[in-house]
T-cell receptor, first 116, second 110 residues
């Protein structure tokens, strides 16, 4: 079974702090994704990566950056956390299109971040 | 930008009844997928239907796709209390990235 692990289930941070959310997958997937989920808005794509050291902006990248130094790990960074970044953050991974695979995404359990 | 939009936003039914959820999307697609999310957890893939397919079944799930109307529906037959969850449709304007709707919250009463 594919396993996507997010380092924290709950996180409480102060405004202005630098926050790191970590995600690790164990299935050698090329693609990794970060979403945030807010009530009534569904999942919104922040960033995704289709290869090591590669990244592409999603729909709401402002205030976030990402790092993918190794294939299995994709980090989301809040450079200076703000209260409007309080949300549920979900990481996902999928096989790359070069493998001829369906683009099914596998999700972690989520990190509920509160910024006070 | 959200690609898919589910309807209704919330649905409450009795155990044993069928549940139907609809999804509309905006651009051309390679495939459309449905995911399920139990409260406070990550999403789990349920079923994928390709753009050249019109209907697909998986156990108690039936998905239809109408590309001319840019819409899809998910039917859960003989629902159970354990089906209580949020259901999302997802489409990919490009192969690797995907857009999700806001979801339908299904409550199945025992």
């Amino acid at each position: 079974d594919v396993k996507v692990t997010q380092s924290s289930r709950y996180l409480v941070k102060r405004t202005g702090e630098k926050v790191f959310l970590e995600c690790v997958q164990d299935m050698d997937h090329e693609n990794m994704f970060w979403y945030r989920q807010d009530p009534g808005l569904g999942l919104r794509l922040i960033y995704f990566s289709y290869d090591v050291k590669m990244k592409e902006k999603g729909d709401i990248p402002e205030g976030y950056s990402v790092s993918r130094e190794k294939k299995e790990r994709f980090s989301l960074i809040l450079e200076s956390a703000s209260t409007n970044q309080t949300s549920m953050y979900l990481c996902a991974s999928s096989l790359g299109s070069s493998k001829g695979a369906k683009n099914i995404q596998y999700f972690g359990a989520g990190t509920r971040l509160s910024v006070l | 930008s959200q690609q898919g939009e589910e309807d209704p936003q919330a649905l409450s039914i009795q155990e044993g009844e069928n549940a139907t959820m609809n999804c509309s999307y905006k651009t051309s697609i390679n495939n459309l997928q449905w995911y399920r999310q139990n409260s406070g957890r990550g999403l789990v893939h349920l079923i994928l239907i390709r753009s050249n397919e019109r209907e697909k079944h998986s156990g108690r799930l039936r998905v239809t796709l109408d590309t001319s109307k840019k819409s899809s529906s998910l039917l859960i037959t003989a629902s159970r209390a354990a089906d209580t969850a949020s259901y999302f449709c997802a489409t990919a304007p490009r192969y690797n990235d995907m857009r999700f709707g806001a979801g339908t919250r299904l409550t199945v009463k025992p």
